[in-house]
């Protein structure tokens, strides 16, 4: 079936709006018939643009160090080392019935003549541990990590550890593929229990680059929330870069608690069951120049959608194309537990968390569910400084009232009269 082309709709206000049951019928047939990218065209990035920027998972490359074979101790080989140490995995299954703990500057890398692949056989919490461990600048490069009870590897530490994870295969995990280094790149994390990528804790200069999230919570699990293809958790400065993050059971991106001055750029995000990108109970977020196509159907703005902006102030949300069959782009206002040392270093009039001061602008979003705002105290409208700007929406023939504010639906005309998107476009497919 051809892909509808836009066309501008005639003027606000002479198209009615339908009953919700109608909005029902179009979200099942939504997405096959949206439209293509080049319907977009202005400021926006091209295609090509966004998602993967290199090859990611093992590569080949050459190692000189210590010579690892399945056949031989590791642990006793990591155990007489000195720190500082190159550790060269050969093909082959290395067995480990412990993690692997190391010292400071120490090199584990694989994909030297085959593929060297580390496994727990579901019993072993973990291939390399840095919780507790004290290590600084070690780098993890080139291993299939698989069939650890809990995270394949866990890179967590104090800030300032400065690992390095990069272009690794981590798969079929208990928990999650890996806590994540300081430098994530390059990695292909999939078929994992619950969670491709996990962590944060008190991390500043995070990057997540280049990374290739797919297939996560083969158990489905929804009772802890911490689901889906990457969730971080207190952190500043995290940079999520380039990434691919597609038909994972939860959300695709997560920043969620106390996450200070976080940016999502030239993000690929697909066919994950909730929302594209959550930033939750954090502060101070730049979300641009990402594509979101078809997470999570829904179109009730209470429980998800492409971008969900959760209780969290001074976001600005930009330059990104969506093309949906549920909700485009909501702000979600709900009272939330504050943490006073977060909160301190939020930029400016942010006292707790809440939306405030966020601005969502020049984006694209072609939508069969809503966009807007909904919060929990009618006050909020007029406290929350939350403004659409200068969007460009797609929405269906049949539907007329696609924005949601205080707590009732609107249509282009009356979204407008409330001061949103007055420098904006809608537009019908047809």
Not at 67 to 91: E, K, M, N, W
Not at 329 to 351: H, Q, Y
């Amino acid at each position: 079936m051809p892909l509808l082309r836009p066309e501008r709709r005639r003027p606000a206000g002479t198209v009615p709006g339908c009953a919700l049951s109608l909005r029902t019928v179009v979200l099942a047939a939504a997405v096959a018939t949206w439209p293509a990218l080049d319907s977009f065209s202005d400021d926006t990035a091209s295609p090509a643009s966004y998602g993967l920027s290199g090859p990611v998972g093992p590569k080949q490359q050459a190692c000189t160090g210590i010579d690892l074979y399945p056949d031989r101790d590791v642990h006793a080989a990591v155990a007489q080392a000195a720190p500082g140490s190159t550790f060269c995995f050969h093909r082959g299954t290395y067995l480990l019935r412990a993690p692997i703990i190391p010292r400071s500057h120490d090199t584990f890398a694989g994909a030297i003549d085959g593929a060297a692949i580390l496994t727990g056989g579901d019993t072993t919490p973990t291939a390399i541990r840095g919780t507790h461990s004290g290590a600084t600048n070690v780098r993890i490069t080139g291993l299939v990590i698989e069939h650890f009870s809990e995270a394949g590897i866990d890179a967590r530490g104090s800030a300032g550890t400065e690992w390095i994870l990069e272009h690794n295969e981590l798969r079929f995990n208990g928990w999650s593929g890996a806590e994540p280094a300081h430098i994530t790149r390059g990695n292909f994390i999939h078929h994992n229990g619950v969670v491709g990528l996990e962590g944060g804790y008190a991390s500043d200069g995070m990057r997540i680059e280049n990374n290739e999230l797919a297939f996560n919570n083969t158990k489905r699990q929804y009772a802890t929330g911490d689901n889906g293809g990457a969730k971080f958790i207190r952190t500043t400065r995290l940079k999520v870069l380039h990434n691919y993050a597609h038909h994972n059971d939860g959300a695709g991106l997560w920043t969620d608690g106390n996450n200070v001055f976080t940016e999502y750029a030239f993000n690929r995000v697909e066919q994950n069951s909730g929302s594209g990108l959550t930033h939750e109970v954090s502060c101070d977020a730049s979300i641009h120049h990402n594509f979101f196509r078809d997470n999570h159907r829904e179109n009730n703005l209470w429980r998800g959608a492409e971008i969900y902006i959760h209780s969290s102030p001074n976001v600005e949300v930009f330059a990104n194309e969506i093309v949906t069959g549920g909700n485009g782009i909501a702000l979600r206002d709900s009272k939330r537990p504050e943490d006073d040392k977060s909160m301190r270093e939020c930029a400016v009039n942010a006292t707790k968390f809440r939306i405030r001061n966020v601005r969502v602008h020049g984006n694209r979003v072609a939508q069969a569910g809503l966009s807007g705002m909904v919060s929990e105290e009618p006050q909020s409208f007029s406290r929350a400084n939350a403004k659409f700007d200068a969007n460009r929406y797609v929405l269906p023939r049949a539907l007329g009232q696609s924005w949601e504010w205080h707590s009732r639906q609107h249509d282009w005309a009356r979204w407008q009269s409330l001061g949103q998107d007055i420098d904006g476009d809608e537009l019908i497919a047809h």
